[in-house]
């Protein structure tokens, strides 16, 4: 499936920010979805996951509680909600996606198969 993230942008300490990741296709039920994000000098790492159902979500710690992710099978699209926003929130921010037979949700980057471009994110002090 191929993926376009879009949404990132610059935002104050604080502030609110909703990225987007459609995919192409018809069978967009059967993915699950997962966010990563990717700082400079770091590894990429788990933001977000939703599975195929969008029944069940799980979020790294550092984001839990400021960010909400969902998804809308009838745009082919996930999104993440993402309120409160801290300085060490700025990264790229990668949608990905990978086909499952059950409805769990998928934390580990090396499990997905299919990538977004990447969006911006900066938070300013």
């Known amino acids: 499936v191929q993926l376009q993230a879009s949404g990132g942008g610059l935002v104050q300490a604080g502030g609110s920010l909703r990225l987007s990741c459609a995919a192409s296709?018809?069978?967009?039920?059967?993915?699950?979805m997962g966010w990563f994000r990717q700082a400079p000098g770091k590894e990429r790492e788990f933001v977000a996951g939703?599975?195929?159902?969008?029944?069940?979500?799980y979020y790294a710690d550092s984001v839990k509680g400021r960010f909400t992710m969902s998804s809308d099978n009838v745009k082919n699209t996930v999104y993440l909600q993402m309120n409160s926003l801290k300085p060490e929130d700025t990264a790229v921010y990668y949608c990905a996606a990978v086909k499952k037979l059950n409805s769990i949700v998928v934390v580990t980057r090396e499990d997905y198969d299919d990538w977004g471009q990447g969006t911006q994110v900066t938070v300013s002090s």
């Open positions: 296709g018809r069978t967009f039920s059967v993915y699950a």
């Open positions: 939703i599975s195929r159902s969008g029944l069940n979500t």
